[in-house]
């Protein structure tokens, strides 16, 4: 389920602090590694999102991710203070830019060619250009981990749409990689539960 449950075999590459990057995960998150014994010192380090969500960091492995705890951290030579900075950098420099974009009543899904589309929500930069060519601000979606819908908020038949698609999205994926129907709204460069009215 996680990465940080595999037992190192003589096969696992070794851990560097260039393949940490950030991901977004549901608060469920938290349960599934209280319910699977995970100790505090085990715990992957993360932080509060928006509603529902949260950031974790893994190191990306070829055929794994593995969450980033304290003491791998330290292995790697990486602060708690510098991690969001050190993942964000990497994350970008692997991210193909720009993303495609597929567009149905409105509502654009975003395409990074990989499957964790849900954390561009956290890369700033990209969300700045993706605003300039919108009359409103963005509101944006993240049903899965790869999946990341946004609409423009000025568009209140788009906003209707973009919940609907959310919707479907999030209730025709059946796994651990669900994240949440919430509706964000992005102003002054940050993301807010969106609520209409």
């Known amino acids: 389920m996680f990465g940080i449950f595999k037992k190192s075999s ?17 608060h469920a998150f938290v349960h599934a590694l209280q319910e699977a014994g995970v100790t505090e010192d085990q715990a992957p380090l993360m ?38 900075d050190v993942a964000m950098s990497n994350l970008v420099k692997a991210m193909r830019w720009p993303p495609r974009f597929t567009a149905k009543a409105g509502v654009h899904q975003l395409d990074l060619g990989g499957n964790h589309e849900a954390v561009l929500l956290i890369v700033s ?26 609409c423009d908020g000025s568009d209140s038949d788009a906003v209707a749409e973009l919940r609907r698609q959310t919707g479907e999205e999030f209730d025709r994926r059946q ?23």
């Open 125 to 150: 930069s990209a969300f700045d250009q993706i605003e300039s060519h919108l009359k409103g601000p963005a509101i944006a979606t993240a049903p899965h981990r790869d999946c990341l819908l946004i």
């Open 47 to 84: 932080q509060s999102f928006c509603g529902e969500l949260l950031v974790t960091y893994a190191f990306d492995q070829p055929d794994q991710f593995v969450m980033a705890t304290p003491d791998l951290l330290e292995q790697v030579g990486v602060t708690q203070d510098d991690l969001p």
């Open 10 to 26: 003589p096969n696992t590459p070794e851990l560097l602090a260039s393949q940490l990057q950030p991901r977004i995960k549901h």
């Open 175 to 197: 796994d651990n990689h669900r994240l949440s129907k919430q509706l964000m709204i992005r102003r002054d460069g940050f993301w807010r539960l969106f609520e209409e009215g």
